[in-house]
């Protein structure tokens, strides 16, 4: 029995490393930013896999809006050296996709001695999810260890279905809810619903304090048990610091992300799917082309938009309710690196790193706003845009299709598998200098390009704490986000490693 437990601990603890050597990865190409994953032939994936975190992420100095990370976690072989023939000349492709090095670090998850598992229950906590696919993972996951903090039953979270995407997906249409249940059994009590007795019963609605560190929950909230058997956290994104929490509770993170939190079996047999004739194409490229209404929309960004379109963007920003901030300065917006790029200027981007035109490339987006007419100069350099559209039929799309969660989670599970994910952001002061006439396409951009990748490749590093000088919930904001670089919480040096003993860590 101990020899399996082991077998299974060392499965997990090799698939937090890839995920979270990936994010850090990401969190290195500092302006022009690609992921580098690996590449093999289509494996023989189980059909139940697990899979790792989307997150937010800032980059370099620009920070960016919702840029959701697709990290590895499939053993892959490394490609072949191939030429590509772009404005950069003859680039081996091994170098454009090589892998960062991960300097002897492994994942370390498991609790410590001391760690104190699920006990009695001293109440119910209920949980409403905010935001996106991927600001509802990351709030799921904060949310497991506050209960656990709490001494409280978590009652299977509820997804967001007030947000502008109207989606009706329950947890289960999302997740696999059996899996998370059994998963978290030594850590947090996790039931469906409410116990009836209690379905009518006065409840605590809080909206917990972001940021937040143990003693807020241990003594504010906590209290809240003396007259309350239930307790409604309101939203769930960013109610836990990234810093400065006991070991035992960001290792508690990191397992229900990592391996309590996976897709249902049937969105993961359709993202595999995907996967499979995406691949038959060839290596291929994830591209997160942002260019959507309501990112748009709520980002203020109408960089090469008509007077109409910003218009219609800003009617959207205005009638919906749940954004507070209704005036934004477009050109502040680019200028902080809050904008995707357009997709012209993805386009750009790829040629100078030396991509052919033979390139297959997934859109992992919904529909892009403005349809044709944006994508009409990236689609004319990479003819082999594909999307979930293109690879699926109506009717196998069908259970998906009205259900803005359960389609992202397919992009993401594409994105996964891709050879390289590119987030569209940053480098805006490149395209501004080549829409002045300062700069133009060809090799001196691409070299430009190149060389700012050539350090930048991504290694585990330390997360990054706040920026110097912020205070209040800017230096919080200004801080590496904590599921982007679980390092060192959740990544340890390796001092000895064996298949036949624990894993050892300075």
């Known amino acids: ?18 995920c979270a050597i990936g994010s850090i990865g990401l969190l290195a190409l500092l302006f022009a930013h690609v992921r580098l994953f690996p590449s093999s032939q289509v494996p023989n994936l189980p059909d139940s896999y697990k899979l790792p975190m989307q997150q937010e992420i800032g980059l370099g100095g620009e920070r960016n809006w919702m840029v959701e990370v697709a990290p590895p976690h499939l053993s892959r072989s490394p490609l072949p050296p191939h030429k590509l023939d772009g404005a950069s000349g ?11 090095q991960k300097q002897d670090y492994v994942p370390c998850v498991e609790p410590s001695l001391t760690y104190k598992s699920t006990g009695e229950t001293r109440g119910y906590l209920i949980v409403h999810t905010n935001g996106g696919l991927n600001q509802m993972r990351a709030g799921i996951c904060d949310m497991v260890a506050v209960a656990h903090i709490l001494n409280a039953t978590l009652v299977v979270p509820e997804l967001d279905k007030r947000s502008f995407w109207q989606d009706t997906s329950n947890f289960s249409d999302v997740f696999d809810e059996d899996h998370f249940i059994t998963s978290l059994a030594n850590d947090v009590k996790v039931i469906r619903k409410l116990p009836k007795e209690l379905a009518t019963a006065t409840r605590a609605v809080k ?30 994104d960013s109610r836990l610091a990234n810093n400065n929490l006991p070991p035992d509770i960001q290792k508690l993170r990191c397992r229900a992300c990592y ?39 709520f980002s203020g960004c109408t960089h ?48 100078a790193l030396g991509f052919p035109s033979s390139t297959p490339i997934y859109i992992a987006a919904g529909e892009i706003y403005g349809g044709d007419s944006h994508m009409a100069e990236l689609q004319s350099r990479y003819p082999i845009l594909m999307n979930k559209e293109k690879l699926a039929s109506a009717e196998e ?110």
Not at 270 to 283: A, C, F, H, T
Not at 318 to 328: A, D, L
Not at 334 to 340: D, I, L, S, T, V
């Open 90 to 100: 003859n680039l081996d492709l091994d170098k454009l996709w090589k892998q960062p």
């Open 397 to 506: 799309l069908g259970p998906f299709i009205n259900h803005s969660s359960q389609m992202a989670a397919l992009d993401y599970i594409v994105s996964v598998e891709s050879n390289i994910f590119i987030p569209s952001k940053a480098l805006v002061h490149l395209f501004d200098k080549i829409e002045q006439g300062t700069l133009k396409e060809g090799r001196k951009l691409s070299t430009h390009v190149i060389e700012l990748h050539k350090r930048r490749q991504g290694s585990p590093r330390k997360r990054k704490g706040p920026i110097s000088g912020t205070r209040g919930t800017d230096r919080f904001r200004s801080e590496e986000a904590f599921y982007v670089n679980p390092l060192p919480d959740c990544l340890c040096h390796k001092a000895s490693f064996t298949l036949n003993t624990s894993v050892m860590i300075q």
């Open 304 to 351: 090469d938009l008509s007077p109409e379109e910003a218009d219609d963007l800003k009617l959207i920003r205005e009638n919906t309710v749940y954004w507070k901030v209704k005036e934004i300065d477009s050109m502040e917006q680019r200028a902080k690196g809050y904008c995707p790029l357009t997709p012209k200027e993805v386009g750009i981007f790829l040629t």
């Open 1 to 18: 029995m101990q020899q399996k437990w082991r077998w299974r601990t060392l499965g997990v603890l090799r698939r937090l490393l890839s």
């Open 207 to 236: 909206h917990f304090r972001s940021w937040s560190g143990v003693d807020y929950y241990q003594d504010e909230i906590a209290s809240l048990w003396e007259d309350y058997q239930v307790i409604r956290a309101a939203k769930s």
């Open 259 to 297: 391996e309590a939190l996976r897709f249902s079996p049937r969105i993961e047999a359709m993202g595999k799917l995907l996967v499979d004739r995406m691949r038959s194409y060839g290596p291929y490229i994830a591209l997160h082309l942002r260019y959507e209404k309501d990112m748009l929309a």
